[in-house]
Nanobody
Framework: QGQLVESGGGLVQAGGSLRLSCTAS????????TGWFRQAPGREREFVAG????????YYEDSVKGRFTISKDNAKNTVYLQMNSLKPEDTAVYYC?????????????????WGQGTQVTVSS
């Protein structure tokens, strides 16, 4: 799988948008799927969105449905997270991760490869 590298984080006002990117630096994404997770200070890391590589099935955490969109570009070995209508409670470090085997995309324990994270800060 190689290294996963996130980019696109930053500071944005509430109601604004950001697009995060996750690129596999050495090899193409393989296996079952890729997910985005986030971790706010003092909180556990939580699932945000995931996408499968075989059929582009997507799954979202309830609080981001209708606001966030996960997608992928196979040719660029990149997975995106488009975040619209951002809220202060979306503030966190966002991580992408990849998993090899079939299972629930939201199951954080089954992801084998992780990026270093990118900070997203939403001001009120």
């Amino acid at each position: 799988q190689g290294q996963l590298v996130e980019s696109g984080g930053g500071l944005v006002q509430a109601g604004g948008s950001l697009r995060l990117s996750c690129t596999a630096s050495e090899r193409t994404f393989t296996g079952y799927g890729t997910g985005w997770f986030r971790q706010a200070p003092g909180r556990e890391r939580e699932f945000v969105a995931g996408i499968t590589w075989s059929d582009d099935y997507t799954y979202y955490e309830d609080s981001v449905k209708g606001r966030f969109t996960i997608s992928k570009d196979n040719a660029k070995n990149t997975v995106y997270l488009q975040m619209n209508s951002l809220k202060p409670e979306d503030t966190a470090v966002y991580y992408c991760a990849s998993r090899l085997h079939y299972g629930a995309l939201s199951n954080i324990a089954r992801y084998e490869y992780w990026g270093q994270g990118t900070q997203v800060t939403v001001s009120s």
